[in-house]
């Protein structure tokens, strides 16, 4: 069964202070592992698709990487205006259904100044 | 421009009754999901709509929960003779792609069933 594990559950930090979250997956033929930063009220908000192990992407103190069995979403000197929920979803190959993404639990993060 | 829409944004029902919640995806976009999250759950998937193909329902949690999707457009999430269980926000997504690649979400209905 596909499932996507997502580690802390929370997670707080000085600002400043750097850490990683982590996204543990099970997945039939990964086709992406996907990102997404969801505050209070509103929804997710996309922020990075990985395809393949080895693969990295950044966008501001953010960084994300994947291996066979994880990904990691690294804070660098985080700021109290990261702080939030971070959820790790992954798509497999179900034989052309699209839409089924499985999502983690996510990470709380609490950053204070 | 305009994000995706969902309206109410709060619900208050009573167990039994019926209600429907409503999304506006982004306009141009093609694809149109609807999750559930509980409280302390992850996401869940519950439909699924591409163009003019049959929807992927597989997430549907029973024969009470129904969508639809008009003109390629609006869509509207019915739960039937609500439950306690029921109460979640229900969240809709869209996409320009085939796929859930990059999805836009919208805020969320709040629906607590008495």
């Known amino acids: 069964e596909d499932q996507v594990t997502q580690s802390p559950e929370a997670l707080r930090l000085q600002e400043g202070e750097s850490s990683s979250l982590n996204c543990s997956y099970t997945?039939?033929?990964?086709?992406?592992l996907f990102w997404y930063r969801q505050d209070p009220g509103k929804g997710p908000e996309f922020l990075f698709t990985?395809?393949?192990a080895g693969e990295e992407k950044e966008k501001e103190r953010l960084k994300a990487t994947l291996t066979k069995k994880e990904s990691f979403l690294h804070i660098t000197a985080p700021k109290p205006e990261d702080s939030a929920t971070y959820l790790c979803?992954?798509?497999?190959?179900?034989?052309?259904?699209?839409?089924?993404?499985?999502f983690g639990k996510g990470t709380k993060l609490s950053v204070k100044p | 421009g305009a994000g995706v829409s969902q309206s109410p944004s709060n619900k208050v029902t009573e167990k039994g009754k019926d209600v429907e919640l409503r999304c506006d995806p982004i306009?141009?976009?093609?694809?149109l999901y609807w999750y559930r999250q509980s409280l302390g759950q992850g996401l869940e998937f519950l439909i699924y709509?591409?163009?003019?193909?049959?929807?992927?329902k597989s997430g549907l949690p029973s024969d009470r929960f129904s969508a639809e999707r008009t003109g390629g457009s609006v869509s509207t999430l019915t739960i039937q003779r609500t439950q306690q269980e029921d109460s979640a926000v229900y969240l809709c997504?869209?996409?320009?792609?085939?796929?859930?690649?990059?999805?836009?979400f919208g805020s969320g209905t709040q629906l607590s069933v008495l």
């Open positions: 306009s141009g976009h093609t694809a």
């Open positions: 997504a869209s996409s320009f792609n085939r796929g859930p690649e990059k999805l836009f």
């Open positions: 709509f591409q163009g003019n193909s049959a929807p992927d």
């Open positions: 997945v039939s033929g990964l086709r992406g």
């Open positions: 990985l395809y393949s």
């Open positions: 979803a992954v798509q497999g190959d179900y034989g052309g259904s699209q839409g089924n993404l499985i």
